[in-house]
């Protein structure tokens, strides 16, 4: 092989932030597998997404969070990547037939910040104050605890959104604490909101690497950067996502966590039909069975929320 050809091709997203989680993947796969840390032995390919080009209308109007996905998801199926990475947050609950998720990276702190340049806490807030959130998970659970909120849609990558909050926009924002690490801009943060406030949207703070199933060189070499305790956290969340059949319009939350060895405790919260109330679950099983939990844990939501689930 001409050793100026890439071993391996990565698919992204062309954000800051998405350049720097494949970043993260590329560190850690030169550290395990010595001939990948070799200059161009990696190429990193950055993909523009509909989610990326349509910024002035919510996710859920026109085609939801995989939006984030798609292209990239494309480009994996015509060989023109051989791994893409992914927020697993934005990943639909159903792949394209042929491909998995082959590795799932240490996870970073999964929950949200609130950034206020004029509150410290959400209760803080003015009556009436105007929140920007892209997130119907988040735009429920705010106004579950403050119905008097005005919630508007505040799309665009994390420097945008910063920059508009700056700018006097929105009163106040809500993002996730793992992007805002990644960035090193951490130290927006007015306050880390515990999950007790805002449990996380499933997959949050995590990335994952998708992979062709035929592909086995590179799904080994995938596999071997895995992070066994995130992935297992992940599968239960999703498999929770499947069980209650959650679109981006559905306001759903769901974290995983291990309490003590060999076991897994998931959380998960369901938004009423009013988007103002909702449900929550929460139980534990062994860790080694994570679908299973993530089951009954959106069975238990859908049997409390009976005729009020959202579809």
Known sequence: MNPSTPLVRIGTRGSRLALAQAGEVCARLAAVHAGLGRDGAVEVVAITTTGDRVRDRPLADIGG???????????LLENRI?????????????????????????????????LSPGAADIADLPRG????????????????????????PFRGNVDTRLARLDEGAVAATILALAGLRRLGLEERATRILPVEDMLPAVGQGAIGIQCRLDDKRVCRWMRAISHRESELA????RAMLAELDGTCRTPIAGHARFVRPGRMTLAG????????????EERDGPEDAPEELGH????????????????
């Open 129 to 152: 104050a105007v929140v920007g959130t892209s997130s119907v998970r988040r735009a429920a659970l705010l106004r579950a605890r403050r119905g008097d909120l005005r919630i508007v």
């Open 269 to 280: 919260w369901h938004a009423g039909a009013d988007l103002r109330s909702g449900y929550s």
């Open 65 to 75: 969070k995989g939006l984030f996905c798609k292209e990239i998801e494309q480009a």
């Open 234 to 237: 992940v599968r239960a969340e």
């Open 82 to 114: 051989d791994a893409a990475v992914h927020s697993m947050k934005d990943v639909e609950t159903v792949l394209a037939d042929g491909t998995a998720i082959a590795a799932v990276l240490p996870r970073e702190d999964p929950r949200d910040a609130f």
């Open 296 to 311: 009954a844990v959106g069975q238990a939501l859908r049997r409390s929320a009976g005729a009020d689930a959202l579809r």
